[in-house]
């Protein structure tokens, strides 16, 4: 009896068929299917990059080599706050949500603060002594709202001043700023600086920011009405779809390139 007749040349071969035997058919197994799935993977890695936020500290933990220095104003409160845990030069409140409480930064050697310094904007307490630290700028704490102990070299003034304060004390060779006021409560002149819709707030100390009463935002909260929380989240819902296909295209033109 005559074998069965194999597959035209020319043509694509059956699932199975050895290699070299025409066109790999879409959809099948093998290296196309791998490469695609590797497109997948880096476009679902691209979004879930830019939708989940960012450590707690970052790497202003690691500006200091070491972990919490004993003794320090730093390590008394971590260890005297429930729950709070050490994380290189850190104190961290595991959360959720996880948040910065403590920044130890004594005796690092610093003639200026850390670049990522802004990432210590939640902290509670904050030690810079034993530094050899300059005049800091006068934007160095702003935003940092929380902050209610800071150490400081005793050549430096606390941020703000002593008016920023309500309690500003000399121990050895540090200067200890207690208590950050709230710069809003103790004048009535700043409440006119703020647009009709708005209210003084604290913003580090020293520092005020206008916030928009409810319902107004915008520009010098002019718009009233709530915020357009649903087309906001679908543009950027869409443009982040758009990132992860443009991604995909790309690595599946690589991929079927010669």
């Known amino acids: 009896m005559a074998e069965p007749p194999g597959p035209p040349r020319g043509r694509s071969a ?3 068929a050895a290699p070299g035997h025409g066109r790999t058919r879409p959809g099948g197994t093998g290296a196309g299917a791998e490469r695609r799935a590797r497109s997948w993977a880096a476009g679902t890695l691209l979004l879930l990059l830019l939708l989940l936020p960012g450590d707690a500290g970052g790497e202003v933990c690691g500006s200091c080599p070491g972990p919490l220095r004993n003794g320090s104003v730093v390590a008394r409160f971590c260890a005297s706050t429930a729950g709070a845990e050490p994380r290189g030069r850190c104190c961290l409140d595991p959360g959720p949500p996880r948040r910065l409480l403590g920044l130890d930064l004594s005796n690092c050697s610093l003639r200026s603060l850390p670049a990522a310094f802004a990432e210590a904007a939640p902290v509670v307490v904050l030690d810079l002594t034993e530094n050899p630290l300059a005049a800091l700028p006068n934007s160095s704490f702003l935003g940092f709202t929380n902050l209610q102990n800071l150490t400081v070299p005793l050549e430096l003034q606390c941020p703000g001043g002593s008016s920023a304060w309500q309690e500003v004390t000399e121990r050895g060779s540090s200067r200890l700023c207690h208590g950050q006021r709230n710069p809003c409560n103790s004048s009535g002149e700043l409440a006119w600086l703020c647009p009709e819709n708005a209210a003084c707030a604290p913003d580090g100390p020293g520092f005020t920011q206008c916030l928009c009463a409810s319902p107004f935002h915008g520009y010098k909260c002019l718009r009233e009405g709530a915020f ?11 443009v982040t779809a758009a990132l992860s296909l443009l991604l995909w295209g790309t690595q599946r033109r690589k991929a079927k390139a010669p």
């Open 14 to 16: 059956p699932l199975g």
């Open 228 to 238: 357009p929380v649903l087309p906001f989240c679908s543009i950027l819902g869409a």
